[in-house]
């Protein structure tokens, strides 16, 4: 069992950037990937970003392409969401979760742990 806390959330304006962070409990951080999800009001949680094991490999939600990038460091047991121009339909709550898979998976069902969320709200 991993613990995952999220944390970097806030309210912004449009155009603005924020960095989320996930930090991971426990010594096999390095064997999951990592995944990045959102979930606003009356929708359902949507897949943003993901990372493979080692970070060499990533995928990104077409949304979000070209404006996030996620990371990791495993010496930090951490994985971080940047997120650049903002926009307002990117408000939402943002939780990280792992997986046991290889690869990057962008469906709910592939992911175990996760966290508790972290706001972040995007005003126009």
């Known amino acids: 069992q991993v613990h995952l806390v999220e944390s970097g959330g806030g309210l912004v304006q449009a155009g603005d950037s924020l960095r989320l962070s996930c930090a991971a409990s426990g010594r096999t951080f390095s064997t999951y990937a990592m995944g990045w999800f959102r979930q606003a009001p009356g929708k359902e949680r949507e897949f943003v970003a993901g990372?493979?094991?080692?970070?060499?490999?990533?995928y990104y939600a077409d949304s979000v392409k070209g404006r996030f990038t996620i990371s990791r460091d495993n010496a930090k047991n951490t994985v971080y969401l940047q997120m650049n121009s903002l926009k307002p339909e990117d408000t939402a709550v943002y939780y990280c979760?792992?997986?046991?898979?290889?690869?990057?998976?962008?469906?709910?069902?592939?992911?175990?742990?996760w966290g508790q969320g972290t706001q972040v709200t995007v005003s126009s």
């Open positions: 979760a792992t997986s046991d898979s290889i690869f990057v998976y962008t469906a709910y069902a592939n992911y175990g742990n």
């Open positions: 990372v493979s094991r080692t970070g060499g490999g990533t």
